[in-house]
């Protein structure tokens, strides 16, 4: 039988299959290590994608590099080949080890790998008695027999690290560990006056109870923060706490820290890293100097010690800047134990952790709202409010972004070209230009050339809708309905900068919420409901109340009303002119936001509301449904569900809503709607399952999660039963 592989690609895969793989096998530990914090900084797939392959392809580029080795290993070196390239084949084996262990920035993708922590017991004794095998076949006569061990004992420090990160960060455990710390400590006092980062350090020890659903038996017992009042910290000082903490939940569940922040953890660090340090000198002064080495393989080998060592090294730097190290440095135990040495290594942390604090900025489209604009290598979350408007999902159109956040460098730019005054001279030219233009009557010919090239390009557009509406019902005909379904979701989806003022509104309502829970075996029912009934029986009339209830009576109360009160809310907005009235304004720009942000969780995160997947698939293919290709503006849909001729029961109620709403001033109506949007968003945080909330950190994060956060603050949140 003839082989398919031919001659040529089969030794070319015998030479180089170690080398690619080992190197591989490097590459994608750098990627992780780089790439790997940026995660939380951003919702972006591509990046997403990129890190979840990584690692995945991680262990397994370990695990085939061993394999390959040991077959190696156990094969008789031919004649051509020197005894000591394959001794140097079989020091790479400990280097794999080594990235079992896995860097510092991450041990786990998803929370459920935490609960994997056997299972990678299990598979590092595995191959460490391949590697252990491995070094035996090399015997006797390894030049490499001390540089072998020192780099094998690295590895096993570094997997034990991420299997001992792995066992303290799964549920059972850190559940244990957190009530016992409980009982120890007590309580955690909180000064007057502390900045934002003392505080987060200090509430975290506390409200790290919630992710393992402990903070109500800590209530129960008296356990609690002693100190001043949440509120009493203001909106931004208590966005940049919550901010800490669930950073500070990332780096518990994701990475290293809390096994390497530890006596044991800095003193195998230093061990681990002095390893490799000492087999690269041993290799580079005794050994690689007297051996007849393949030079090749000698330059892959230094790149694999240059690795290790550079990998460490920003891991370190990367440890000593993080917000753990300093809640660690802030701990009573740690300040007694180091005294002024602590508080400076605190100051040195405070000035550097700065650079991670919110980041404000003015918009740029001429509104008065100030923009989270945090540097992106520096953001703890992605600061963005991701939202769908199911009017440009009826259009299958690209929403515009209403503020845009400028880089630093675009504002940096800005700023040399109007200091150098070449922005006074582009302007003079481009009006002596323009003057000329007029003046010579050109621009007649560009205004008859830009009107016939807009009816070409309308009436391609035409053409292009009717060949992608074929196309869609062609997709749907094949079962691949869903497909068409989820790219129009995608492609309706925007991202809004988190405005300040937005921010100052959720907290004062969520604040004034606590001011009015009086009763606390009131539960939850008194601060908000799916309906938002709490908010329309203190500013609404009946009618307004009957709606929204006759509407939630057959389905879900959360997802009807979201639905309801979405499609009310992008009726009014485009239906009425904008306002002058600043205040107004600002509500009706929350209630937009907030309404388009719901909706999107509703379609893309359902489990964020603890709604069931399957239940909004049917919702956004009902929807989908209604899309009508022959209208092609925002105003003429608007018009349609006002008139009421359909026959979709969701629609009519929202145009009775609507009718009803009107009825109210314009302030008061806005004030209405805007506050109802706040109290679903409560709901939904305080519905949602805590797992859910805690994966969002590794996401870029959500607005409704540092909602459940605040509620949890101001201890709106009651245990449920």
């Given at each position: 039988m003839v082989n398919p592989i031919p001659e040529t690609v089969r030794k070319l895969w015998d030479n180089w299959n170690i080398r690619g793989v080992i190197l591989f096998s490097l590459s994608l530990q750098t990627v992780l290590i780089l790439f790997a914090p940026l995660r939380k900084g951003?919702?972006?797939?591509?990046?997403?994608?990129?890190?979840?392959?990584?690692?995945?392809?991680?262990?397994?580029?370990?695990?085939?590099?061993?394999?390959?080795?040991?077959?190696?290993?156990?094969?008789?070196?031919?004649?051509?080949?020197?005894?000591?390239?394959?001794?140097?084949?079989?020091?790479?084996?400990?280097?794999?080890?080594?990235?079992?262990?896995?860097?510092?920035?991450?041990?786990?993708?998803?929370?459920?790998?935490?609960?994997?922590?056997?299972?990678?017991?299990?598979?590092?004794?595995?191959?460490?008695?391949?590697?252990?095998?491995?070094?035996?076949?090399?015997?006797?006569?390894?030049?490499?027999?001390?540089?072998?061990?020192?780099?094998?004992?690295?590895?096993?420090?570094?997997?034990?690290?991420?299997?001992?990160?792995?066992?303290?960060?799964?549920?059972?455990?850190?559940?244990?560990?957190?009530?016992?710390?409980?009982?120890?400590?007590?309580?955690?006092?909180?000064?007057?006056?502390?900045?934002?980062?003392?505080?987060?350090?200090?509430?975290?020890?506390?409200?790290?109870?919630?992710?393992?659903?402990?903070?109500?038996?800590?209530?129960?017992?008296?356990?609690?923060?002693?100190?001043?009042?949440?509120?009493?910290?203001?909106?931004?000082?208590?966005?940049?706490?919550?901010?800490?903490?669930?950073?500070?939940?990332?780096?518990?569940?994701?990475?290293?820290?809390?096994?390497?922040?530890?006596?044991?953890?800095?003193?195998?660090?230093?061990?681990?890293?002095?390893?490799?340090?000492?087999?690269?000198?041993?290799?580079?002064?005794?050994?690689?100097?007297?051996?007849?080495?393949?030079?090749?393989?000698?330059?892959?080998?230094?790149?694999?010690?240059?690795?290790?060592?550079?990998?460490d090294i920003i891991a370190f730097f990367m440890l000593i800047f993080s917000d753990w190290t300093f809640t660690v440095l802030r701990n009573d135990d740690v300040k007694s134990r180091f005294g002024k040495f602590s508080n400076l290594i605190v100051a040195v942390l405070r000035w550097f952790l700065i650079l991670k604090s919110p980041r404000w900025q003015h918009s740029h489209d001429g509104g008065k709202y100030e923009l989270l604009a945090t540097p992106f290598?520096?953001?703890?979350?992605?600061?963005?409010?991701?939202?769908?408007?199911?009017?440009?999902?009826?259009?299958?159109?690209?929403?515009?972004?209403?503020?845009?956040?400028?880089?630093?460098?675009?504002?940096?730019?800005?700023?040399?070209?109007?200091?150098?005054?070449?922005?006074?001279?582009?302007?003079?030219?481009?009006?002596?230009?323009?003057?000329?233009?007029?003046?010579?009557?050109?621009?007649?010919?560009?205004?008859?050339?830009?009107l016939a090239t807009n009816k070409v390009i309308y009436f391609l557009y035409k053409i292009m809708a009717e060949l992608g509406f074929l196309t869609e019902k062609l997709i749907a005909l094949l079962g691949l309905g869903d497909v068409v379904l989820l790219r129009r979701i995608r492609r309706s989806q925007s991202h809004e900068p988190l405005l300040k003022e937005m921010w100052k509104f959720i907290f004062s309502e969520i604040k004034e919420k606590a001011d009015d829970a009086n009763d606390p075996e009131a539960g939850n029912s008194g601060i908000c409901s799916a309906s938002g009934s709490c908010t329309l029986k203190k500013l609404a009339n009946a009618r307004v109340e009957e709606i929204t209830e006759r509407k939630t009576e057959d389905v879900p109360e959360l997802?009807?009303?979201?639905?309801?009160?979405?499609?009310?809310?992008?009726?009014?907005?485009?239906?009425?002119?904008?306002?002058?009235?600043?205040?107004?304004?600002?509500?009706?720009?929350?209630?937009?936001?907030?309404?388009?942000?719901?909706?999107?969780?509703?379609?893309?995160?359902?489990?964020?509301?603890?709604?069931?997947?399957?239940?909004?698939?049917?919702?956004?293919?009902?929807?989908?449904?209604?899309?009508?290709?022959k209208i092609s503006s925002v105003k003429e849909i608007c018009e349609k569900i006002m008139r009421k001729d359909n026959h979709i029961g969701e629609l009519h109620a929202a145009a009775d809503l609507v009718e009803e709403l009107k009825k109210f001033e314009e302030d008061k109506r806005w004030e209405l709607v805007s506050k109802v949007w706040v109290e679903l968003m409560c709901y939904g945080a305080i519905r949602c399952r805590t797992r859910a909330h805690t994966q969002q950190v590794t996401s870029g994060g959500e607005l409704i999660t540092f909602v459940w956060v605040l509620m949890h603050h101001f201890e709106l949140v009651k245990p449920q039963v």
């Open positions: 951003t919702g972006s797939k591509l990046i997403i994608s990129v890190i979840w392959s990584a690692y995945l392809l991680a262990d397994w580029a370990a695990n085939f590099g061993v394999g390959l080795i040991t077959e190696r290993a156990r094969d008789t070196p031919e004649p051509s080949i020197p005894a000591e390239n394959n001794e140097l084949l079989a020091f790479w084996a400990p280097f794999l080890l080594l990235h079992v262990g896995g860097p510092d920035t991450i041990t786990a993708f998803a929370l459920e790998d935490n609960e994997l922590w056997l299972r990678h017991l299990f598979g590092l004794a595995f191959q460490a008695v391949a590697a252990v095998y491995i070094f035996l076949l090399s015997l006797p006569g390894n030049k490499l027999l001390f540089p072998t061990v020192l780099v094998f004992i690295a590895g096993m420090i570094k997997s034990f690290e991420r299997i001992r990160t792995l066992h303290l960060a799964s549920q059972e455990k850190f559940r244990d560990s957190t009530a016992r710390k409980f009982v120890e400590h007590r309580l955690n006092v909180i000064k007057e006056g502390a900045d934002y980062l003392d505080a987060a350090s200090q509430y975290f020890q506390f409200f790290k109870g919630i992710v393992v659903d402990l903070l109500h038996h800590f209530h129960a017992y008296g356990l609690a923060i002693r100190g001043p009042s949440f509120g009493t910290f203001g909106p931004e000082k208590a966005l940049g706490i919550i901010e800490v903490e669930l950073n500070l939940f990332y780096e518990i569940f994701h990475t290293k820290i809390q096994v390497i922040c530890s006596l044991l953890g800095i003193i195998l660090r230093f061990t681990s890293l002095g390893s490799v340090v000492a087999a690269l000198s041993i290799f580079y002064f005794r050994v690689e100097k007297h051996g007849r080495f393949n030079e090749f393989d000698v330059r892959i080998t230094y790149t694999l010690f240059l690795g290790a060592i550079a990998l290598p520096f953001r703890r979350w992605s600061g963005s409010v991701s939202g769908i408007s199911v009017m440009t999902f009826w259009l299958n159109a690209r929403p515009s972004r209403v503020h845009k956040v400028k880089s630093c460098w675009q504002l940096a730019c800005q700023n040399v070209i109007r200091k150098l005054g070449i922005d006074g001279i582009i302007a003079c030219t481009v009006n002596a230009i323009d003057g000329c233009i007029h003046s010579c009557g050109i621009h007649k010919i560009f205004q008859n050339i830009a997802p009807a009303s979201v639905v309801l009160w979405h499609l009310a809310t992008d009726l009014l907005y485009y239906t009425n002119e904008e306002v002058s009235i600043q205040k107004t304004k600002d509500a009706r720009e929350f209630s937009k936001i907030l309404s388009d942000y719901m909706f999107y969780l509703l379609l893309v995160k359902p489990t964020m509301l603890n709604i069931a997947a399957t239940l909004m698939k049917l919702v956004a293919q009902i929807l989908f449904d209604l899309s009508d290709r």
